[in-house]
């Protein structure tokens, strides 16, 4: 098992930065690749970015693209997502999650509660 722990989150206003934090333990494995995904109220989880394990690969939601910035710590098991230029769009409850990659929620295996981004105009 692999638990997530997401922190960060709160409210902001529109242009404003913010960065989400996601701690894993457990056993996660070395092979995994990190994700953070969203939810707003109403609408179904959407992908925002992935970086796989190494760190080298990449990869945004175009709704996100150039203004959020996904890293990880290998060695910390954490992974970041700082978000720059926040939009009310981007209000929504952000989870952290680790799998195998893609950018669909079933390539991932373990989830975080969730943590809340409010975005004022």
């Known amino acids: 098992q692999v638990q997530l722990v997401e922190s960060g989150g709160g409210l902001v206003q529109a242009g404003d930065s913010l960065r989400l934090a996601c701690a894993a333990s457990g056993r996660t494995r070395n092979t995994y690749s990190m994700a953070w995904f969203r939810q707003a109220p109403g609408k179904e989880r959407e992908f925002v970015a992935r970086i796989n394990y190494s760190g080298d690969y990449t990869a945004y939601a175009d709704s996100v693209k150039g203004r959020f910035t996904i890293s990880r710590d290998n060695a910390k098991n954490t992974v970041s997502l700082q978000m720059d230029n926040v939009k009310l769009e981007d209000t929504a409850v952000y989870y952290c999650?680790?799998?195998?990659?893609?950018?669909?929620?079933?390539?991932?295996?373990?989830w975080g509660q969730g943590t809340q981004v409010t975005v004022s105009s």
């Open positions: 999650a680790v799998g195998a990659g893609g950018r669909d929620a079933l390539g991932y295996y373990y």
